[in-house]
C-alpha cells in the first residue's frame, strides 16, 4: 500500500506535535496534508506514570500556543514565573547570596515564562492534532527506510508500506534516523556531566519564583509548579549523579534537601527521578534534500537556561511560515528553495545561542577563584544596571532576534 500526504513529520513527541499543529492544525490559514510517524502510541505519553518533567515556556512560545489553539486548555496547570533569583555558591548547602534578581517590575509585559508539566502539554497538543482532519496518525511500525528525492520523499516502514510526501520533517529526537539518513553530521561534543529531572513539594509556597543556583558542578534550578511543587533540574558531574541515582529513596532525599535548602521548609520527591547525559551537539546542516530538521534532532544543548524545547518552537515556527508562504505561492514547499530560507533563519541563531550556553557552562562550572570573582562581578553589575535587565528579560521571554509570525501570536 502506497500513500501520499503534503509532509511526513519523523516523530509523535513534543516538537513532533508542535510541527503537525503548525503544518496542518485546524487553526492554520491554509491546512496542509501531514502524516505523522512514529513507533511509540502518543496516547501513551499522557496516560503514563507521571515522570516528573516539565517545560519553561517562554512568552513568545505561550503566544504561539495561544496561535495554535493549544494555550487555553494547558492555562488551568501553567504557573507563572513572576520572579527569578540567580546565585553563585562554591559548594552544596554553602550560603547562597542573590545576586542577580528579576522581580515583577522588570517584566513589564507580563511574566517571561510559565512552567507546564509535559504531560499536560503534550495531552493538549495530542488533542488538538487528533480533532484536525489535515493530521494522520501511523503508529507502531518501525521505519525501515527513508528516499529523499529528487520528486519527493518517501518512507518505508517494516510492513512494507511506502509512504510519500514533499517534505520529511525530522522531529525524531538526537539519534534522529532520518538525520542519520540523510548522511548530516553532528557538531559538537558530550560534557562530563549529567541532568537530573524531578518534581517536589514543599511545605511553603514559591509565590511564583524561580531559582538558579550556579555550583562547581553545574546549575541546580528550582522552577515553580501550580501548587507547593517545584521541578528540579540540576546538573552533576557524571559520576556523582550515577552515585546519586544509586541510593535508595531516603538517601537521594537527603542530597536533594542539601542542594535545596530550607527557605520553603521540608521537601518531599513526589516524582520518580532521571537523568540523562549532557552534551552540545549542532547538525552540519539542517536540511537536505527533501528534509528539514527540527528540535533535537537539529541541535541539543545544554539545559542551563531552560531553552531546549523552547528553540525547538522557533524551528517549528520558522519551517512553518517558510513552507505556508511557498503553498500560498504555489510552489514545491520541498524546494531547495525554501529550506534555504528555513536554513539560513534558523542554524546561525542556533549556533550563536549554543555558544553562549557552553560559555556560560563553563564559566560558573569550575572553582576557579578567578572565575568566581569575575562571574559574581558580572552578576551583580547586571543587577544594578536597568538596560541590561531588560535585554536579558527581552531573551528569557523568547522576543530576541528574528521573530517567526507564530511566535508573535500571528496565524500561518
Known sequence: MNTASDIIVIGAALNGLAAALALGGRHAKRPLDVTVIDLKDPRSFVSGSFDGRASAITASARRMFEALGVWSAVAGDAQAMVDIIVTDSAKPGAAR??????????????????????????????????????????????VESFSFGPGLAAVKLADATEHRASLIVAADGRNSAAREAAGIKLVGWPYDQKGLVATVEHDLPHNGRAEEHFTPSGPFAILPLPGNRSSLVWSERTGEADRMMALDEEG??????????????????????????????????????????????????????????????????????????????????????????????????????????????????????????????????????????????GEASGFSGSLPKLLRGEQV
Request: aromatic share 8%; glycine share 10%; hydrophobic share 50%.
Open 97 to 142: 547570596p542573590v545576586l542577580l534578581q528579576f522581580g515583577p517590575e522588570d517584566m513589564k509585559g507580563g511574566p517571561s515564562a510559565h512552567m507546564v508539566e509535559n504531560r499536560h502539554l503534550y495531552g493538549a497538543m495530542l488533542e488538538e492534532a487528533l480533532a484536525s482532519p489535515h493530521i494522520s496518525f501511523l503508529i507502531g511500525q518501525p
Open 252 to 393: 537521594f532525599a537527603a542530597e536533594l534537601r542539601l542542594r535545596f535548602g530550607t527557605h520553603l521548609g521540608d521537601v518531599r520527591l513526589i516524582s520518580g527521578r532521571h537523568a540523562y547525559p549532557l552534551s552540545m551537539f549542532i547538525a552540519g546542516s539542517f536540511t537536505a534534500n527533501r528534509l528539514a530538521l527540527v528540535g533535537d534532532a537539529a541541535h541539543v544543548l545544554h539545559p542551563l537556561a531552560g531553552l531546549g524545547f523552547n528553540l525547538g518552537l522557533r524551528d517549528v515556527a520558522a519551517l512553518a511560515e517558510c513552507i505556508h508562504d511557498a503553498a500560498a505561492l504555489g510552489l514545491d514547499i520541498g524546494s531547495a528553495q525554501i529550506l534555504e530560507r528555513y536554513q539560513m533563519w534558523r542554524r546561525f541563531d542556533t549556533v550563536a545561542t549554543g555558544a553562549a550556553m557552553d560559555g556560560m557552562n563553563r564559566l560558573f562550572s569550575n572553582t576557579n577563584p578567578v572565575l568566581t570573582l569575575l562571574r559574581r562581578a558580572g552578576l551583580m553589575a547586571v543587577n544594578r544596571m536597568g538596560g541590561l535587565k531588560s535585554m536579558f528579560v
